[in-house]
């Protein structure tokens, strides 16, 4: 290289540094330029979307939970307008309020903490901790009321805030408490109405959306966004207040006299399976959950399955009835005990071998002639007869926890079941699976689910009523007829004489079951009484049940507690008394005693086929 070429060299780099610096920041210059020109250009949207999410607050608006209603309108469960009180510590300080002539004056934070004190009914110990701090949200009080909250408005305090919220309300306190339901803590429904119908009764939560600055303070010029609450819906019930007051008064009365574990009354209206009462011996009062025994937080009629006993005898009864096995006045020759194979069937008290009529056999509630008579229906026919009045099956009422008892299959029966299932023991339901077969003998034959739920209401006033359950014929109304003369027949001549109503024709049947153990086998009784009234044309069912309790077994019933609530159920809906007699059935015919049935061949015994003229009484 020449020394001309060398110095042109030398002379040159300083302009290719200068270049490589020009190129390497046009590059720099282009890369801003197209960042900006992505977040203003192609992408605005997303980057504005962020910026305001960073500085936008959310706050929930709650809905205002329906109301529960008795089917008059009484109100079992309200909503009440509440504040929660919050303070921003970091605020508390020296203020100049509003006089009421019109000047100003100073308020100290101490004479704050009295003044708030008074206003809210606190401590002004509680008030001062609530205010110290430097916190910028802090709870006061909670759930205090409109009243208060004026009160505390009046002060003018700039720190202190007001919430809006709800707090829930039972005004009959314990009264059908289970039945009603109750909210926990965090406003959870749980039990009763309040549960399964949560979805209708708690609305839907609005919101309102407002800007912020990066200090927490709320930019009064900012636009402000908000959804509307939706309110929830008003269930109404078919449960009657009052009816449920002196259903649970009886009940109570004649549990604490027998020292009864637990006892129960269902109160129906048999047209249309409503229930118009569902009493427990003790109940959840859902103003104080907490408080209350967990065995008290369900409805006992719906959630306890118990042997029925001899209430059963009425689904054998009538089953036997439908298919022309017997008529009322079909004689049976009953011997004095049962002995099928190894096992023993007896009665309640002793007799001889005697000639029955059917009607008899039911009034006098004996398990041997129950037996020779529901034995002509064969094993499987025996299973079905009761599955098809529902037994082994859930009602469906609007509760939670219902128990669907159990029937086990006739192929599963043992040599004693098989028999014992058609006096009620051996199979087990709930009392308002009990009261459900009553219904439907009382109602022609035509078996309606129980239910609860009349009506919902929306916020806007829209009614929708819940699709009743389809009637079901379970029993001709020929058999039902006759199946409600026998019953009259137990009240008017047989062992429930206690059950009467004055000025009123009344039927029904007792039951008397052992009480499964927990340790296993029996341990005390389950005693009971269903019956419906007046006889000419049923209208109320009531049924009674007492779980274990103290004493005789022949002293322990209910049939008085029916007396009592059938009574005020009469009175109380202005039923007029009967005009009317019952049929009246020979309980025992003496004559023509067959002398060759025995207690090991009784269930070979036949009898003429019923006439027509017979079957319809």
């Known amino acids: 290289m020449s020394p001309s070429t060398a110095r042109r060299n030398r002379l040159l ?8 610096g020009i190129a390497v920041l046009l590059v720099l210059l282009l890369l801003v330029v197209g960042k900006l020109f992505w977040i203003q250009g192609l ?3 997303g980057r504005a979307e962020a910026a305001a999410a960073q500085r936008t607050l959310v706050e929930s608006i709650p809905a205002v939970r329906g109301e529960i209603t008795d089917s008059r309108g009484a109100v079992l469960a309200r909503t009440l307008q509440r504040y929660d009180i919050t303070v921003d510590q970091t605020a508390v300080t020296s203020v100049d309020v509003p006089s009421t002539d019109g000047s100003t004056q100073t308020v100290t934070p101490t004479q704050a903490v009295y003044k708030i004190a008074d206003a809210l009914g606190m401590s002004d110990t509680d008030v001062k901790k609530a205010l110290d701090g430097d916190k910028t949200f802090n709870y006061v009080a909670r759930g205090v009321t409109p009243e ?11 720190y202190i805030y007001g919430q809006p919220t709800f707090q829930r309300s039972y005004p009959n306190g314990s009264l059908g408490g289970s039945v009603v339901g109750f909210l926990g803590g ?15 009764l708690r609305g839907t939560d609005g919101e309102r959306r407002f800007e912020i600055s990066g200090d927490g303070v709320r930019i009064p010029v900012a636009p402000q966004e ?43 209206d048999v047209k249309t399976g409503k229930v118009l009462a569902l009493a427990d011996t003790s109940s959840v009062d859902p103003n104080a959950p907490g408080e209350a025994k967990a065995e008290d937080l369900g409805v006992r009629a719906v959630t306890q399955s118990v042997e029925p006993g001899s209430t059963e ?47 008899g056999i039911i009034g006098d509630s004996m398990n041997t002639g129950t037996v020779i008579m529901g034995s002509k229906m064969d094993k499987q026919t025996r299973h079905d007869n009761l599955a098809n009045f529902g037994v082994g099956q859930a009602t469906g009422i609007e509760l939670p926890g219902e128990s669907t008892g159990i029937l086990a299959p006739a192929d599963q029966w043992d040599a004693r079941q098989e028999y014992t299932v058609l006096f009620g023991q051996g199979v087990s339901q709930t009392p308002l699976r009990t009261a459900s077969i009553f219904q439907a003998v009382a109602n022609k ?26 009637p079901k014929q379970v029993l001709s109304e020929s058999a039902a007829q006759d199946t409600l003369d026998v019953m009259e027949n137990v009240v008017t001549q047989g062992g429930a004489k206690e059950a009467a109503v004055p000025g009123y024709r009344v039927g029904g049947k007792t039951g008397t079951a052992e009480a499964p153990s927990d340790s296993g086998g029996y341990d005390g009784y389950t005693t009971s009484f269903v019956g419906v009234a007046p006889m000419e044309d049923p209208q109320y069912l009531v049924a009674v049940t007492m779980q274990r309790p103290q004493g005789d ?10 007396s009592t609530i059938m009574s005020q159920v009469l009175h109380h809906y202005n039923v007029a008394p009967s005009t009317t007699e019952g049929p009246k059935f020979d309980m025992q015919v003496p004559e023509n005693i067959k002398r060759d049935v025995t207690p090991e061949n009784a269930l070979e015994q036949t009898w003429p086929e019923p006439s027509r003229d017979e079957s319809q009484g």
Request: no cysteine; net charge negative; hydrophobic share 35%.
């Open 445 to 470: 034959g035509r078996q309606i689910e129980p239910r609860i739920v009349n009506s919902v209401t929306a916020a806007d006033g829209t009614v929708s009523t819940p699709q009743s359950p389809e």
């Open 186 to 200: 965090d406003s959870q429904a749980l039990g009763g109405i309040e549960q399964t119908q949560d979805s209708a």
């Open 313 to 359: 005898k009425i689904a054998t009864l009538a089953g036997a009835l439908d298919r022309g096995i017997v008529t009322p006045s079909t004689q049976i020759t009953v011997p004095s005990y049962l002995q099928i194979g190894s096992e023993k069937i007896t009665d309640a008290f002793d007799h001889p071998a005697q000639n029955r009529t059917v009607a």
């Open 226 to 268: 908000q959804k509307a609450a939706q309110n929830g819906s008003d269930v109404q019930l078919s449960l009657d207040s009052d009816v449920q007051f002196f259903a649970e008064q009886a009940v109570r009365e004649r549990a604490k006299a027998l020292k009864a574990e637990w006892g129960t009354a269902v109160v129906m």
């Open 43 to 45: 992408d605005p949207s």
């Open 553 to 562: 077994v022949h002293t322990v019933g209910v049939t008085s507690t029916f």
């Open 13 to 20: 780099r300083p302009y290719s540094r200068m270049q490589v």
């Open 148 to 158: 208060q909250y004026n009160k505390l408005r009046e002060l003018n305090l700039p």
